[in-house]
């Protein structure tokens, strides 16, 4: 049995501190690569050029906030040819009880929220969910 390929996350935060905590939970818990942009344009490039299994994004964030840069991941991968398959969203939120918070979360591929502050621990549930074939991280 081959191991199966790294699972590969992009998350996006314009908190910088928190995106580098992020990361290091989610690479030291579970086995996946993780790309990191404090810069919504710059991941909308990173989504073009490669493919992920999961997307993280910060629901409020200057310019452009989470929900808008997956829809305009999705609309690009629609258009795609082949169409790309969009990756499941989890959105990380400061305002998880705000109206449109909510109203995000009934849209496709949104899987679910996670308020900030969060508890390790609870990020890392939320992406099993969205990922029930991701393997933890060797040694743990």
């Given amino acids: 049995m081959g191991k199966a390929p790294a699972k590969k996350i992009l998350v996006v935060d314009d908190d910088v501190g928190l995106m580098r905590v992020t990361r290091e939970a989610l690479t030291s818990f579970l086995r996946c690569e993780v790309d990191t942009s404090p810069n919504p344009e710059y991941a909308f490039e990173l989504a073009l050029k490669k493919s992920y299994d999961l997307l993280i994004f910060d629901f409020s964030m200057p310019m452009i906030d989470g929900a808008m840069l997956f829809f305009l991941i999705g609309k690009v991968y629609n258009h795609s040819e082949p169409p ?57």
């Fill in 84 to 140: 790309r398959i969009v990756p499941p969203l989890l959105l990380v939120t400061g305002k998880g009880d705000e109206k449109r918070a909510q109203d995000l979360l009934k849209e496709a591929g949104v899987r679910g929220l996670v308020a900030k502050p969060f508890a390790i621990n609870r990020l890392i549930e939320k992406v099993r969910e969205c990922l029930p074939g991701i393997e933890s991280a060797s040694g743990t």
